[in-house]
């Protein structure tokens, strides 16, 4: 019986990542493609670029370019790289295309991007560049979809952050460049946090982790209750 051809991972990295990957061959394409061409980039973020060329077929399967196309959107200028890529969207999501982004909702977008075999975490990531590319090349989407595409995780965890700040105090900002934050442990010492990376520009599990852990910070940085607010708040439940 002859082999089904292999569902290959749909770019679950950010647009921005995925231009930016581009630019870097802006000065010559090599004869053939690997994870080092991005040496400023995490391995993780190294590994979802070849995957997204790889599901443009921009590399076959032994990671040479396919030329002359990658040449050709490596030194385009804006507008001219979204005409080269309008194509392969429409070819390569033909599935989701075909069901008419006007008149899908999130969850359809979901269930068609599962069909790559992508789940969790990926398939959000899938979604979502999917959906920043989509705008990015002025396809037309439903309001559903558009709405979808305005509010980041990001965005959402700094509202948490801003309302969990002790005192009123404004939360830790990542700052462009670099940010610095120390805490005074309360059994003695103090805990220095130091961000150098920009994290605007982070790739979205970098980001995570790093905000996660600035939302640990300001949630010990709140003051311990003391004893006597302890005992008035156990007289209060007895």
Known sequence: ?????????????????????????????????????WRSQSGAVQTQIMVAFRFFDLLDATDVPA??????????????????????????????????????????????MEKFGVTGSTLRKAVTFFLQIAKHLDLPLSPY?????????????????????????????????????????????TLTMTVTADVWSMPPDDRTFVLDIIDKIQGYEKPEPTIEAKEKGAGQTS
């Open 145 to 189: 979809l558009r709405d979808k595409t305005r509010t980041s995780p990001r965005s959402r965890r700094q509202a948490r952050a801003q309302a969990a700040a002790p005192n009123g105090a404004q939360p830790i900002a990542p700052q462009v460049g670099g940010s610095s934050k120390s805490v005074n442990l309360r059994g003695g010492g």
């Open 1 to 37: 019986m002859a082999n089904e051809p292999q569902v290959k991972a749909p770019p679950y990295l950010s647009l921005k990542t995925f231009l930016g990957a581009l630019d870097a061959l802006r000065e010559g394409v090599p004869k053939r493609i690997d994870r080092a061409i």
């Open 67 to 112: 030329l002359p196309l990658l040449e050709k959107l490596a030194k385009a200028d804006e507008a001219e790289r979204k005409k080269l890529l309008k194509p392969l969207i429409e070819q390569y999501y033909q599935q989701i295309i075909a069901h008419d982004l006007t008149k899908m909702i999130p969850s359809m977008l979901n269930e068609e």
